[in-house]
């Protein structure tokens, strides 16, 4: 990705980031929060306002220290879970080697290890870990690639289109689903069959996401076969090897009936927990178009959700639960967000900025309503042309 353009703000120096404001700053490894200046719009549109917000926030970062380089303890507290994850699985998978039951308990595991590699894959595509952009893109190959089976190059790009649309409708690949619409506008856009999953998405959700780790495997396939990669011998040798080892290592040690139920509950479960934690992020939340007056630095807070900060949520979404100071200060560590929402919290509703954060399973609820009454138009649709249908016959 290109450096960012514009830049009109002061800037932030510290000794660990420089920070471009109103746009942070760019590159493949630091996912940008603003690509271009944001567009000044009328003062009376309540959803709008100029740059010099985020650089006031900016400053308040800034004031407290957050920028600044700290030790990465935790770093090693999460290197040290997955590696004790990965001496329980071995052992489940030896002393269990005839038991179905004991493997699909050990893909829980698997499913677990699949995502909290992917969230150390996610802070180094963020440069919150390595500050060189080789060292961010070696590492992160060898985590996403070889460990995940999933092209770390294309997931760079998608996340950064990500970062710099939230839930824009055209530009924002993560509300690009064939069988899943999150707009009237999106759902009436579908054509069949999609249109019959559509009607009825509230309820296929979370089965879809059983498919979503083998569907990732297959975007990143077509990712590194048709040449987009930056690396795609690389990526491609990695990713191979990914799968020889998966097979190779589980049906040598394992019987195979039970190394099946491994394999397929550890990605059956990756992809539902990954997609359990991916959701709350965005989904059920303002969605945008073109021709949208909402600021930059609003669309970043409008259309995040925050889980309830916790210990135990902490751990599980990797931080991701603070999802709105996530997508303005990308860079910031999962230890530093905290003090960050502290900052970002009273700011947005001293500016009467919606900000919204709720629980786990409320998170869930608001997602499915939404997506229930996306499908809803498309089911009024129906009706109402098999209604025409039988008026004219």
Not at 94 to 114: M, T
């Amino acid at each position: 990705m290109e450096a960012a353009k514009g830049g009109d703000g002061a800037g932030i120096r510290t000794s660990e980031f420089k920070v471009r404001t109103p746009s942070a700053c760019s590159g493949e490894g630091a996912l940008s929060l603003l690509e271009a200046p944001p567009r000044l719009t009328e003062e009376e549109d309540p959803l709008s306002s100029s740059h010099a917000e985020f650089s006031e926030l900016c400053r308040l970062v800034k004031d407290s220290h957050l920028l600044q380089k700290k030790t990465a303890s935790r770093l090693w507290f999460r290197v040290a879970i997955l590696l004790f994850v990965i001496a329980l699985m071995a052992a489940a998978m030896i002393f269990g080697r005839d038991s179905v039951v004991l493997q699909l308990f050990n893909g829980i595991l698997l499913a677990f290890f699949f995502m909290h590699v992917s969230f150390l894959m996610h802070d180094i595509g963020h440069r919150q870990i390595f500050r060189s952009s080789a060292t961010s893109r070696a590492i992160g190959m060898l985590l996403g690639d070889l460990l995940v089976g999933v092209s770390y190059t294309w997931w760079i790009d998608k996340h950064n289109r990500h970062h710099r649309n939230p839930n824009h409708v055209d530009l924002d690949p993560d509300v690009e689903f064939a069988g899943l619409a999150f707009s009237e506008e999106q759902a009436m856009a579908k054509k069949w069959p999609w249109t019959l999953s559509v009607k009825y998405q509230a309820f296929l959700f979370v089965p879809l996401l059983l498919g979503e780790h083998l569907h990732l495997h297959l975007v990143s396939a077509a990712h590194v076969l048709s040449g987009r990669a930056k690396a795609p011998w690389t990526e491609g040798i990695l990713l191979v090897c990914h799968h020889i080892a998966c097979f190779a290592i589980i049906f040598t040690v394992l019987r195979p009936l039970p190394a099946i139920a491994f394999l397929v509950c550890g990605k059956a479960l990756g992809g539902l927990y990954a997609g359990l934690v991916f959701a709350p992020n965005h989904k059920g939340m303002l969605v945008i178009d073109s021709g949208s007056d909402v600021s930059l630095f609003r669309r970043q807070v409008l259309t995040s959700r925050n889980v309830r900060s916790g210990l135990i949520n902490d751990f599980l979404y990797g931080g991701l639960n603070y999802q709105i100071e996530h997508h303005l200060f990308p860079f910031l560590r999962q230890d530093q967000l905290p003090a960050a929402q502290a900052i970002v919290k009273p700011f947005c509703r001293e500016r009467g900025i919606r900000y919204h954060e709720t629980g786990i399973f409320q998170s869930l609820k608001e997602i499915l309503q939404h997506l229930h009454e996306v499908g809803a138009s498309v089911r009024a649709h129906n009706a109402r042309s098999l209604s025409s249908q039988g008026a004219k016959s």
